[in-house]
């Protein structure tokens, strides 16, 4: 157990990052390592675990330009692959995998704005195929495949920069979008993740960067309804999250003036958080996957705002 620092993020002087901590915790064990970076450096960036294969898409790159490029990598070989391009160019643009398909959903376009964007990969073929649109533009938010079906939460709504106000499911049987209840605390920038049936909501912020949340909610799609959990220790926006063990793992966010270290674990079943070593290279705007009992930590900004990284940081407990 170690004591209390703050629950209030503050920056420390030699370095542009952000830690946060909560009274009391129980320190997770386990190590980092290092993979094969990327193969250029990005930011805003998804991740989806496909076939034993992680895949991620669009993002930010070094000139501060959305991009339409895509990568797989493969963690038997340590490699990374360029696959099909996106058909446009899109960041803050959630992965999901549900069943043998991948999908990209939404984003943000060069602009900012939000985009309706929906778009199937085809793994045998090479090539991204639309499929029907979202019910709105929406970017910036968080999706997680759960029951066959995807649940994207949050982010960006149809006018530039105003939240989005409503929970999406789309089922690929039936190939269509419904709404569904939104989320108590609407929010952009937070991350995502599914267990035991369950979504749950991490974080995120109300557009202001200065203005982060520590909630989470859960979202039962049997049911249509949303619950409240116990809040995260640190208050974080543009983080991502992964369920690796029965376990949700939340890493990094930002500030205005800082980005975050900090790596979390949430335990659905007791509904408690407990802190884990934190990340190597601090950074927001990250993908996060787990495959094969561990933890690959991709890209993202390494400082505040626009700022990019092609590091790839494996977690294994």
């Known amino acids: 157990m170690r004591e209390a620092i703050s629950r209030q993020p503050s920056a420390l002087s030699a370095r542009s990052f952000l830690f946060v901590a909560v009274a009391s915790y129980v320190l997770i064990p386990g190590q980092w390592s290092t993979a094969v970076s990327l193969p250029e450096r990005l930011q805003e960036l998804h991740a989806a675990v496909l076939h034993g294969k992680i895949y991620v898409a669009g993002g930010i790159d070094s000139a501060n330009t959305a991009v339409a490029r895509a990568y797989r990598y493969d963690p038997a070989g340590n490699r990374w692959e360029r696959i099909a391009d996106l058909p446009g160019a899109r960041h803050h643009m959630p992965l999901a995998a549900a069943g043998d398909t991948l999908y990209a959903i939404g984003g943000l376009l060069g602009d900012f704005s939000p985009a309706a964007d929906f778009w199937l990969y085809r793994e045998d073929k090479n090539v991204w195929e639309p499929r029907p649109s979202l019910p709105a533009a929406r970017g910036a938010s968080a999706a997680a495949a759960v029951g066959g079906s995807i ?63 520590d909630v989470v909610e859960a979202f039962d799609p049997t049911t249509g309804r949303w619950s409240t959990r116990a809040p995260m220790p640190s208050r974080r926006g543009g983080l991502e999250a992964a369920l690796l063990e029965g376990k949700i793992h939340a890493f990094g966010g930002e500030t205005r003036s800082g980005v975050f270290p900090n790596h979390e674990v949430y335990d659905p079943k007791t509904d408690r958080w407990s802190a884990a070593p934190a990340l190597p290279t601090p950074r927001h705007g990250l993908a996060v996957a787990a495959v094969g009992g561990r933890i690959y930590v991709i890209g993202g900004g390494p400082h505040a705002g626009f700022a990019q990284t092609s590091v790839v940081e494996i977690f294994t407990p």
Do not use: K, M
Request: proline residues 11%.
């Open 151 to 213: 649940v994207v939460v949050g982010g960006l709504g149809p006018a530039r920069f105003a939240l989005a106000d409503s929970t999406l499911i789309y089922d690929p049987a039936t190939n269509r979008w419904r709404a569904a209840a939104p989320p108590p605390t609407r929010r952009d920038h937070l991350a995502a993740a599914a267990s035991g049936g369950i979504i749950y909501a991490i974080g995120g912020r109300p557009v202001n960067p200065d203005a982060n949340f």
